[in-house]
């Protein structure tokens, strides 16, 4: 399986500061013959069902604010959040879906 | 609106079995692969299982393979997941999440409130 690991586990983010999230994987998740990364990142409120933010690396899903985004390519990834919001407080978690899917352990984002 | 609405959690013993469902609502549910992924109480992500939309191809996370079993019914827009030889370890919340793409590597675009499992006696 591939294993995802994902730093730090957690951070504290003044509001209106920009908050980077890591994510590295075993194996590169870049396929050749398309040239996607299959990568996702979710954001997990308390209480609530996972969100999917990003997924090919970088194309943020629909409704998600574009102070979100997400690059990298290969084995390491990031997602930036340029300008924390209350709300933004919550887990982050990657997730690889080149092999059997598997996820980071996850990142506590929290306001400083 | 995509909606999935998960049931049968509940509070079994060791050894015991438990059968989890997920209705879907406003998709064309016979046409999305969907899995399951659970939570351990304040833990992580963890995928345990994934169908695809005919139901043919079918895949397993180590930790449950043998014990468990993924299936669907898209004439009653429903998944299921049936949970046997139950272990302490398999405590958690059960998400259904649905794929947006058609093959099985693919990210989950929709998820369920999720159930919760606990296994204790």
């Known amino acids: 399986d591939i294993v995802m690991t994902q730093s730090p586990d957690s951070l504290a983010v003044s509001l209106g500061e920009r908050a980077t999230i890591n994510c590295k994987s075993s194996?590169?998740?870049?396929?050749?013959?398309?040239?996607?990364?299959?990568l996702a990142w979710y954001q997990q409120r308390p209480g609530q069902p996972p969100k999917l933010l990003i997924y090919?690396?970088?194309t943020r899903e629909s409704g998600v604010p574009d102070r979100f985004s997400g690059s990298g390519s290969g084995t390491d990834f990031t997602l930036t959040i340029s300008s924390l919001r209350a709300e933004d407080v919550a887990v982050y978690y990657c997730?690889?879906?080149?092999?059997?899917?598997?996820f980071g352990g996850g990142t506590k984002v929290e306001i400083k | 609106e995509v909606q999935l609405v998960e049931s049968g959690g509940g509070l079994v013993q060791p050894g015991g079995s438990l059968r989890l469902s997920c209705a879907a609502f406003?998709?064309?549910?016979?046409?999305?692969?969907v899995n399951w992924v659970r939570q351990a109480p304040g833990k992580g992500l963890e995928w345990v299982s994934y169908i695809s939309s005919s139901g043919i191809t079918i895949y397993y996370a180590d930790s449950v393979k043998g014990r468990f079993t993924i299936s669907r019914d898209n004439a009653k827009n429903s998944l299921y997941l049936q949970m046997n030889s139950l272990r302490a370890e398999d405590t958690a919340v059960y998400y259904c999440?649905?794929?947006?793409?058609?093959?099985?590597?693919?990210?989950?675009?929709?998820w369920g409130q999720g159930t919760l499992v606990t296994v204790s006696s």
């Open positions: 406003g998709f064309t549910f016979s046409s999305y692969g």
């Open positions: 997730q690889q879906y080149y092999g059997t899917p598997t």
């Open positions: 194996q590169s998740i870049l396929y050749s013959s398309n040239n996607k990364n299959y």
């Open positions: 999440a649905r794929n947006r793409c058609s093959d099985s590597s693919c990210y989950s675009d929709s």
């Open positions: 090919w690396a970088s």
